[in-house]
């Protein structure tokens, strides 16, 4: 058996940081949701007004999401339905939008099952780096020096408008992952993609192109891990302040 993995291992280091970030932030997502949904129950002791409240958080993100679904469809030549941006509860979820798509098979129903995780990702790479300078924050970590790291971060937010594009980087990065349905096509499509890669393993097949896409992937990924770490910073200080506000509605209403 040929030591690929061994070759692979700088290369794939930039591929697998972005992954376990990826997977980190969704964790956190579902987080950042039940925060909000506890804020506006334990504010209005009404579950419409924790639909409502959770809706408007995301607004923006969930007309992107949307949209993006819908855009991908119609690239890939795909006849597309009703377009709902509206939160509607069912079996003890809610939902925040749909677009209903004609079917095309695993590979397309799978492009635009992801399609809002594509638009996003571009998205929230572009506010994290270009309004809030990101980079900053990930070099000093990089260095080791994390307490830089963090000022970097506050100093960011602290740029122009800084407010308005934090709000809007929150509501894109947690309304960008896929649901339950955008996740159904994948599972065969992930099938597929781990045999081949599988398959090209052990026939000990010419590392060098591999290489080659994942290095010149690299700088991208790199990027793209930047600004999913500084939004896992932003969530994560909107889930204290989330938490703190609802335990002073509790002790004041008893």
């Known amino acids: ?146 307490a830089a790291g963090l000022q970097a971060f506050w100093r960011g937010l602290g740029e122009e408008d800084g407010l308005l594009w934090a709000y809007l980087l929150f509501a894109i990065a947690n309304a960008m992952m896929p649901s339950a349905s955008d996740r159904q096509p994948l599972k065969s499509l992930i099938l597929y993609v781990v045999g081949a890669v599988a398959l090209y393993l052990i026939l000990g097949l010419p590392s060098g192109p591999l290489t080659s896409v994942l290095d010149w992937s690299a700088p991208f990924l790199l990027q793209l891990t930047g600004a999913l770490l500084f939004t896992l910073l932003l969530d994560i200080i909107v889930i204290v302040v989330l938490w703190l506000v609802t335990r002073v509605i509790l002790i004041f209403r008893g």
């Open 1 to 146: 058996m040929p030591a690929l993995p061994f070759e692979f291992s700088p290369s794939l280091a930039p591929l697998g940081v972005f992954v376990l970030s990826l997977l980190i932030l969704y964790w956190i997502s579902q987080q950042v949701a039940y925060q909000i949904q506890a804020f506006f129950y334990h504010l209005t002791h009404s579950e419409d007004m924790v639909t409502v409240g959770l809706f408007l958080a995301y607004l923006p993100g969930v007309f992107i999401h949307e949209s993006a679904h819908w855009l991908m469809a119609r690239l890939l030549r795909l006849k597309t339905g009703k377009f709902r941006v509206w939160p509607q509860r069912r079996r003890g979820s809610i939902g925040m939008g749909s677009v209903n798509v004609q079917t095309g098979g695993v590979w397309r129903d799978s492009l635009v099952g992801m399609a809002p995780l594509i638009v996003g990702s571009i998205l929230v790479t572009l506010i994290a780096q270009r309004s809030f300078f990101a980079y900053r924050m990930t070099d000093a970590w990089a260095q080791g020096a994390w």
